[in-house]
């Protein structure tokens, strides 16, 4: 199979499998609507991977029989890269990466981290993220050690694979973050998205409203903190 086509496939099973695992915890009495939320987000990346490559089977065999041999139309490019933008997308497959984070840092012989630096204020120490600058410059030297691991022979081409894919979901994943784009998806238990509810009803607005203004204020914090950050590293 070709490498693109084991990406696509590697995707699917894992929203897939994501959306199953969503399904199950949604009884949990803590973060049922949290559950409930991340289910329909994988539910739509299952449904969009269907349209875009045209698949109308019903098993994952059925879907890696497909996959196989399937050959990407330039729109069908450009619409999976679309889908790889979402910022919801880059998070499912990013902390899946994070869980094999030890081994890759192993065989680099680093430690990877989004942490930047820390601040201090009234409300206690805030940790920033790393700039997208910062990050990029990481993840081009990783890929070059790569490289360099696999001409030597220090790693298999098929070791050289896993790691990059993990290698890049990671650092999507961690340059989202330092956009504060991840921020919309924070867990929040369903006490939380009760508290929202009533704020909502105080002010006399929708909960999306709220929730939509809460979200933003916490994004216009987190653009401050990076904007520390930034200024801290230039000086």
Known sequence: MEK????IAYEYLLVNSAFQNE???ISDNEYSRHHQQNADWYRSFGDRFNSILGFTGQTQDEFMNFVSSIQLLPEQKRALMELRREPMFKKLMGETA??????LEMALGSKITSEGMT???ENGARVATKTEQQLDQELNAYRDKLSELLSSGSITEEQYDNYERNL???YSYYISCSK??????R?????QYEQVEQRAMENGISFNEQLRNETEEL??????????QSQGIKR
Request: negative net charge; aromatic residues 10%; charged residues 30%.
């Open 4 to 7: 693109s086509n084991k990406k």
């Open 23 to 25: 399904l199950s915890q």
């Open 98 to 103: 994070l869980q094999q984070k030890s081994k």
């Open 119 to 121: 601040f201090a204020d």
């Open 168 to 170: 890049d979901y990671i």
């Open 180 to 185: 504060g784009e991840q921020i919309p998806f």
């Open 187 to 191: 867990k929040m238990t369903n006490a």
């Open 219 to 228: 994004m216009y914090g987190h653009e401050e903190i990076q904007e520390l």
